[in-house]
């Protein structure tokens, strides 16, 4: 069975609810010496005696079943999904410590792999399992955007493209390819940069649009700062795509830089 990087091996998905509770069951006490060999060995504890904490994940689920998220802080939130890739494990240090790290939620679940692990008591599986997470919540808020018209469903757009984008630590240049209706048909990474550039080449986006049949694209890229200000550089840049695509009859409909508290709208900010 594959062991977390604290040595410990995980539990059988199987496993029944009540081990979280029972492993931790003080084990009895050993001789003090070899020279105490006619001294009563101590009692072992019983194995449903209480931990410090017997009971804390039932009450943390009771109160997330009586009052929903609202009910639960957010290290509460991380605990208790915890509970079911860590079952084995008092949670709360580890989910307080990835907070600490990576600052919110978001920025838990958009850590790479590779950082995750930094964190004790998170192994590879663990890790992997955070980015499953992760991923489901960018496939269901693209899945809001599927076939329907993009510019009528903004919010839902730009909750997507945070959620897939904010917390990369390098820069990704992301197309949206629309069709005459505006309705999303492609949603295309054309390349990762370093920390503050991604190179974009005008002709390969015209290109791909007019691979897919698309009458319209809206460009995204995230600035891993955190500040969605746009440079002049990505100014310059969007002119050039704009420019190259219009004879060809495909509207760049916007711009969007994501950052980690916010986005930037090249059309809001009439740059388009």
Known sequence: ?????????????????????????????????????????AKPTPINAEAHYHGHRERLRNRYRGGGDAALADYEILELLLFRLIPRRDTKPIAKALLARFGSLGGVFGAPVSLLTEVGGVGDAVALDLKLVASVSQRMLKS????????????ALIDYCHAAMAHEAREQFRLLFLDKRNALIADEVQGFGTVDHTPVYPREVVKRALELSASAVILVHNHPSGDP???????????????????????????????????VSFRALHLI
């Open 144 to 155: 809001e955007l599927t076939g329907k018209p993009v510019l009528s469903s903004w919010k």
């Open 229 to 263: 200000t746009p440079s002049r550089a990505d100014i310059d840049m969007t002119k050039t795509i704009i420019d190259t695509a219009k004879p060809l009859g495909i509207t760049v409909h916007d711009h969007v830089i994501i950052g980690k508290n916010g986005h």
């Open 1 to 41: 069975m594959p062991l977390d990087r604290s040595g410990e091996t995980e539990a059988s998905e199987e496993a029944p609810l009540l081990d979280e509770r029972l492993f931790f069951a003080p084990q009895g006490a050993k001789p003090a010496s070899q020279s105490a060999k006619s001294a009563p060995a």
